[in-house]
């Protein structure tokens, strides 16, 4: 019935598309193969390395400057180095360049070195970073910042007209501050404050009604900040509301955040308030070459697992998992930025990017044995299998290499099998690029095994879990969630949107996962411990801290934070027949209905509730098919401190439902083993993904560690002997009558 509400759910709303009295013997002990060591020397610390930690502890901070006043229109002298701070506005601007291309072409002899370290969502007195990051001031100084623009303002002016005079109290302590500061080491910074543009009317969400009122406000209070402290003042609202009032397309996705077009618009607006001139028209080959340059330095400022280059799992690994891809990517930047300047003034550059001058990695040092590599055959006959089930090999690297490193798996209408793959799994170095892929596995002959493979979508980032819905899917792709589909029908997907940014980034294995849709139609999804997230939406800023959930509504462009205390590994989410989450840490439903308190705060945790990780997933037996004593159960995978599959009985208590382990339909011997996701298929089998890799951890093994497989996967067919396959409803282009008859009871 689960397999059936979430596939019907998509179709009706987004898509146009008790244990056998024999219990089995208790399984051999699994035998942890560390017998391969690479025998690789600890490298010695390079001292100047050093400088490439930018930590919160140890980063240096500016010292104090006079004051000095912005002119407006600006003037760049060659060699001006440019930061951006502030909120999303800016923070996406990035992957568009627009902007920041304008700049470049109107000043081609100037070679403007510019840095954006804008976060999403910050606003004055609330900026969270990971644990040890380096604050704004201290990255301004590592940047040497000469001219700031700074956009606030749409995040505070969610507190509406009472919150104006403490808006205005806190940037005007806050511009003094920057001017006081030598961030280039001799002067005071020349400052542009930017104000927020225009919301815009969008179907689903009426953000002009709701919030243009409050942010004219906002914006007159930053101009009058900015005169009152002689600072720069480029007024963005007024000539975005005018291009929103004149009609045509969109210039936003929902309502606050622009798009492609709307951010032309702001980049025309901001270059000729702060300039006093027209802006140039954007070339193309400047504007790519500013967003590759951008993509870098994203990298390099707010890297994938911070909580181990900053953190507390920094002193294991992080000197030579961090501190060398540090100073290549900063090469890599200087690279790109060189080739900004000579597009800008016209002289020819290579077809491919020269970064023959970033030295190779250090080699990482393991001290730690890896497991056993075995084939697919060979690890099928390392299983133990419950004697009244049967286990085939659905699909592998052998005929399909596409599927290395599966993740999570969805079933679509037309009864095909989706996986998530990321090869860039734990994170992304100097020198690659991320090409994780989503795809589509068929059986078309019915034999329970995969005959057919298509790469739905490819070049994603880290693609933790997705969801179908809007006649596309929805992804996770840290920090942010991506919305994906195949608008000419070719059955791969040529267009990606940026949904929505800013969630947490400290561990990658702990990044946005777990899609789901819930009874009521709200995609829910949550992250875990170490992470802090701060997002930007319509309705003002939604933060969260060290782990919980999200629920997101699609046609109201409405997220909210849910359900937070703190946790461990919490992995896999399923909902019973009464619509109660069930989720992995551990199957404890009502924890997670709680409205989050006032942000930082969390709930604490709730006594009785019992903390275990590795586990990544279950299922309600709901299928007739399957022992009648396993009715009403659900299994589960797990993939540490044992590699197995097991069946629980679901049991109702007075502080809430809890678990009872039964016994397991598969323990390998082989810990090599790792299942990451469950999921009943259209006919009743039920089928494992198993991230097949002799490394198993993250603390505990170097993220480079030369050991990590990037081209095994496979997937697991489960089936009762003698079991009679059921014939799934045809689902795919049919009519919501005839999709809402499926529930019915038969």
Known sequence: MQFLFSVLLMAVFFAPEVWAQKKPAKPSKAQDAKNRKTGNKPQPKDPELARYAIFEKTAPRPGTADPVQTQLPLKLPKGTRI??????????????????????????ESELVVRNLTWAADQLGTEPRPANFADVEQHLTIAKADVIFAAYGFNESFAGESGLPEFRQK??????????????GKTGPRIVLVSPIANENVKGVAAADRNNKNIASYTKVMREVATAQGVGFADVFTPTEKAMASGGTDLTINGCHLNDAGYRVFAKALFEKTFGRKAPMVEEPVRAAVIEKNKQFFRRYRPVNTFYYTGGRNRSYGYLDFLPAMRNFEIMVQNRERRIWDLAQGKPVPVKIDDSNVPPLPTTTQSRGANKWLSPADELKAFKVDPRFEVNLFAS?????EIACPIQMRWDSRGRMWVSCSTTYPHVYPGNEPDDKLVILEDTDGDGRADKSTVFADNLHIPLSFEFGDGGVYVSEEPHMSFIKDTDGDGKADHRELVLTGFGCEDSHHALHDFVWSPDGDLIFRESIFHHSQIETPYGPVRQRNSGWFRFEPRLHRLTSFGTYHSTNPWGVTFDDWGQHVASHPIYAQAFHALDPVYPKQHPRPA?????SGTCGQ???????????????????????????EFHKWKKTEFGYDE?????????????????DLRYGPRGAMYVCDWYNPIKGHAQYSLRDERRDRKSGRIWRILPKGAKLATPPKLAGAPVKDLLNVLKPA
């Open 171 to 184: 940037l005007m302590t806050y511009v003094a501050g920057l001017k006081a500061k030598a961030f280039n």
């Open 619 to 645: 299922e309600f037996v709901d299928f007739a098919s399957w022992p009648k004593e396993m009715q009403g159960g659900y299994v589960k995978v797990r993939y540490k401190p044992t590699n197995r599959v």
């Open 660 to 676: 009872e382990y039964v016994g397991d339909i598969i323990f390998s011997t082989n810990l090599s083993f790792i299942p990451v």
């Open 83 to 108: 930061a951006f701070i502030g909120n999303t506005l800016l923070d996406r601007a990035q992957h568009f360049g627009h902007f920041e291309a304008a700049l470049q072409q109107a000043h081609p």
């Open 608 to 612: 009785g509730l019992r903390a275990y």
């Open 397 to 401: 690297e052998e005929e399909f290499p």
